[in-house]
């Protein structure tokens, strides 16, 4: 089932890549000012963690939006917020419960470079960085004690467990306007944690925002988003003055 | 850069079938008391105490459990050795985990002997997929007579790490 989601995300994104030139032909694209200190901001919604949660069996789930402010088109400061949980039962029916909220804040870069005769794009090609922190609670339960030579004993209870993990991600990806202020576009993350168990201490085997507790994960987003410019009306005035500076040189050429 | 990004796309795709949970356990839950048997000699004319190993020609142990319904102590039913005659020199003993005394009636060479372990034990959880572990720490050890002269407390945490933890001594002759 896993494998069939990510054929059905993987083939959605060729498809989305792809077709961006036919949608180049048809939009109108503004340019971004690149001289303009703020261009707007990016509202997103992940995808990926919406569809994997509800078409997979998977025992966890994870919902998250972003915030992402352009900056200079180059720049972009960003806040991503979410809930996620597990309900897990192992084979031997020890059972881990976690609901949390999660935040992340970083800034990507736009590392597309635009050639000097090439058309305008919103489209952008971004690697960044995140600090990601979780302060969550959680239940393991029925942790049986191994029966041994002398028998069995009841199975024990660890509940309201609470820990707070911090972690960095390592991100890259794509985002593509598709239709007119509207993108879409990938991540994949490198995820490492900062924050080590406490000896001793139960262990969370799910942390919300980060995945299995596993010293390092892996991430991938697939986002919607929509780019609110209060600007961009003026930018076609923009768009004028420069061609109009343009006839200028030609007639002093002349 | 349209390539770039399929390489990127088919890299992040593999990483993320290849990223299945693995749920199967991997750690040691081996928890078992380690004893030897030793035979201490002592010479009179030279003054040296010598300590050797001692293999057992046979073997038998068995638990006692304390029955808290009856306030009576029964011997467990199954047994760890029995009549075991690989001259052993150690064994590895199962501590209960869920009380602070475990007691065997140990048969060495068909001599009875009774060695009480009064112990804590510590519930350690692990890891989902591994659950919980117990350990324990030696605090005494109280034997007969009969074939066992004495038992010393080598090291008093009983844990995955195999170790020696007692030492068990023998009398010269046993007393019958």
């Known amino acids: ?254 | 850069m349209k390539k770039s990004i399929f390489i990127v796309l088919i890299f992040s795709i593999l990483l993320n079938v290849s990223c299945n949970t693995d749920e199967t356990c991997t750690q040691s839950k081996y928890v078992k008391l380690t004893a030897g048997f030793y035979h201490p000699h002592y010479n009179d004319t030279t003054k040296v105490l010598t300590v050797t190993s001692l293999q057992i020609d046979s073997l038998t142990v068995q638990g006692i459990k304390y029955d808290t319904l009856t306030h009576k102590y029964h011997l467990i039913d199954s047994l760890l050795f029995n009549n075991d005659k690989s001259k052993l020199s150690s064994i590895d003993l199962p501590l209960n985990n869920f009380a602070t005394q475990s007691m065997f009636r140990f048969t060495l060479n068909s001599v009875v002997d009774t060695v009480t372990i009064y112990h804590t034990y510590f519930n350690n959880y692990l890891s989902l997929e591994c659950g919980c572990l117990v350990t324990h720490s030696i605090d005494t050890v109280i034997t007969t007579h009969h074939y066992i002269d004495s038992v010393q407390i080598k090291i008093r945490d009983v844990n995955t790490t195999k170790v020696e933890n007692l030492r068990i001594y023998n009398h010269d002759k046993p007393i019958k």
């Open chain 1, 1 to 254: 089932m896993r494998r069939i989601f990510v054929y059905i995300i993987s083939l959605f994104l060729c498809l989305a890549v792809s077709s961006t030139d036919a949608q180049k032909k048809k939009q109108i694209i503004v340019p971004p000012d690149s001289t303009r200190l703020f261009n707007g901001f990016t509202v997103q919604l992940d995808v990926a963690s919406l569809a994997s949660s509800a078409l997979t069996n998977s025992s966890t789930y994870s919902t998250e939006g972003a915030l992402q402010i352009d900056l200079k088109h180059r720049i972009f400061p960003t806040l991503e917020l979410g809930v996620a949980g597990a309900n897990k039962t192992t084979a031997d029916n020890i059972n881990y419960k976690t609901n949390g909220m999660f935040e992340r804040i970083g800034v990507d870069f736009n590392l597309r470079k635009r050639k000097k005769d090439a058309k305008p794009t919103n489209n952008l090609f971004i690697a960044g960085l995140r600090l990601g922190m979780s302060n969550f609670n959680y239940n393991v339960t029925n942790v049986v004690i191994p029966e041994n030579y002398w028998g069995a004993g009841d199975p024990i209870n660890y509940m309201n467990q609470s820990s707070t993990k911090i972690w960095y991600e390592i991100v890259a990806g794509v985002q593509v306007e598709v239709f007119k202020n509207f993108y879409m576009g990938w991540t994949i993350r490198d995820k490492n944690l900062i924050s080590s168990d406490v000896t001793g201490k139960v262990a969370p085997w799910f942390i919300p925002g980060f995945g299995l507790n596993n010293g390092t994960s892996w991430g991938f987003n697939y986002t919607l988003g929509y780019h609110f410019w209060p600007q961009k009306k003026n930018a076609k005035n923009n768009k004028v003055f420069i061609d109009q500076k343009k006839i200028n040189k030609q007639i002093i050429n002349k």
